[in-house]
């Protein structure tokens, strides 16, 4: 609901009027006066004239009767579109599930011919609309083969398809690994293999740039079985597939593979069911506001739709096909743009759809409130240290790590060894390996897969921090391996305890003591460096001694309480339990906090 927007009952007195709007009930007069109505205080004026006056006074309204209206409507809406949901997912009653096509995202090592591959499939396979040339690029397109549509995601790169896991999406069926014949295996092919396996989405390999003359496809395939995927030319379950971006080689040999393991995967959805999908791309688009594509994943999204995406909202206006081809509906697997939406969401923002925007308003309204109730639990919330005592709860008795360390040779022994910790049912899985800094990269694949970095002898960037930070990614760093193992085994035996250590955040000098009553004596005081925080602790040092330890009972910039006090202010302040100050002590304040383990 908009800020100023205000809800107006059938009937409403000029004294709750004025109170809704939060303006003086003068004002609420004078307006009637201006449009010709005589009311005092406490008379009563009908929806139609206070909707009048409140929108002359900038307001916008909305009827309180219908409002209750939709509200109950939206509780029905809302029960149909959890039972549909429910009615997809009940393998019994599938009888609305009809195939859709797959959806295919491509990974692979930078170079390595993603972007080309992914021309030269659209510039041969797609068939072009009435108006010719293909213009748009949304994020998604759909190629033909054999009659039948393959959906391609064509943000390429394990990056954005690990940061869409990590919201939630789960929009990609099958994973094309790009693996350059003249190169092989790289450091990012083996991430992408982590990141397709850590989301458990059947890969292909397409062995490209087998035009060059120092292509080597044997070494790269041997490199590929060495990492666990073998070829099916060496009877191993892992389609691999020569091609050529450059001389559309294989191409055709690739779609219909795509279609062989769609044949396996059998996607299917239920066209029938309340709308739903994920969030491609969003801009603002010149003239038009924004522009959001989203790849429909269940249900038909039709064209005046209101869409819910995050805290934003709007009736579909106007909806385009990849070809930028307007349409009316949109069914599963297909990606569109649609305008029509008040703000632009993220790329792997999930949408869904209600009634009417009214209904899209008190929705988000919800949304917002509890979210300020309840601060919502996003991301990963995997730790070493609550891991056993999480067991019970959320029932998975796997402990999901990523090894980062500083050379080969740590990473083999540290994961060996890992490899070899397990209690009962209670296993380690490592899903991903490699040497080199902590990376955003890895931080989102552990989001995406509720695990916990595991550093030795490498740092993370500030990039990396922060989205571990937002993330809520625990990151461990370590120098010493046999303390990384020991600290693992404990965590799966239940064993480990946080270690926590005193860090000082700030000095005071104590220039004046006053008493004041009821509370006692207050440290008037002198900040030299650092900070004092209303929530730390201070140690009272007099002549190189310490005296007392305790919280602060009280921390005062002038007669305010304050929450914290900065380097060069002066200020008043207490500890718990004591009542000595004298001019000339030191105030050394700290918090606690948990110890990083070396
Ligand atoms: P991406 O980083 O994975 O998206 O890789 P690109 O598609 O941008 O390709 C990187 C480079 O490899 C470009 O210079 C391409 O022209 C070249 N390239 C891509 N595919 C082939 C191929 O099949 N053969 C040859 N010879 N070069 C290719």
Known sequence: MAENSIQIPDFITVRDLAQTMEVSPINVIKQLMSNGIMANINQEIDYDTASIIAEEMGFIIESAVEVAKVEEAAAVVEKAGE?????????????????????VTMLGHVDHGKTSLLDVIRRTNVQEGEAGGITQHIGAYQAVQDGQLITFLDTPGHAAFTAMRARGAQATDIAILLVAADDGLM???????????????????????????????????????????????????????????????????????????????????????????????AQLARGQGPMVTVLVQNGTLRQGDTMIIGQHHGRIKAMYDFKGKKVKG?????????????????????????????????????????????????????????????????????LNLIIKADVQGSVEPITQSLEGLSYDEITVEIIHASTGNITENDVMLAAASDAIIMGFNVGADAIARNAAASERVEIKEYSIIYKLIEDVDKALKGLLDPVFEEVVIGRAEVRAVFRIRGVGQIAGSYMRTGVAKRNSSARLIR??????????SSLKHLQDNVREVKTGFEFGVNIVNWDDYKEGDILEFFVIKEVPVS
């Open 187 to 281: 450091p990012q092919t083996k991430e992408a293999i982590d990141h397709a396996q850590a989301a458990n989405v059947p890969l292909i390999v397409a062995l490209n740039k087998i035009d060059l003359p120092n292509a080597n496809p044997p070494m790269a395939m041997q490199q590929l079985s060495e990492y666990g995927l073998i070829p099916d030319e060496w009877d191993g379950d892992t389609m691999v597939i020569p091609v050529s971006a450059k001389e559309k080689i294989g191409i055709e040999d690739l779609l219909e593979g795509i279609l062989l393991v769609s044949e396996d995967l059998n996607p299917r959805a239920n066209p029938k069911a309340s709308p739903t999908g994920t969030v491609l791309e």
């Open 543 to 552: 002549d190189n001694k310490l005296l007392h330890t305790g919280k602060l």
């Open 83 to 103: 039972l549909a949901w429910r009615k997809v997912l009940s393998a019994e009653d599938d009888k609305d599930l009809v195939p859709r096509p797959p959806v």
């Open 330 to 398: 949109a069914a599963p697997s297909t990606p569109v743009s649609v305008s029509g939406l008040n703000g632009i969401p993220k790329a792997g923002d999930q949408f869904h759809t209600v009634k009417n925007p009214k209904i899209a308003r008190k929705e988000i309204a919800d949304i917002a409130y509890n979210a300020r109730t309840q601060p919502a639990q996003t991301g990963s919330s995997a730790s070493l240290e609550a891991f056993f005592a999480n067991l019970q709860n959320s029932g998975s008795k796997t």
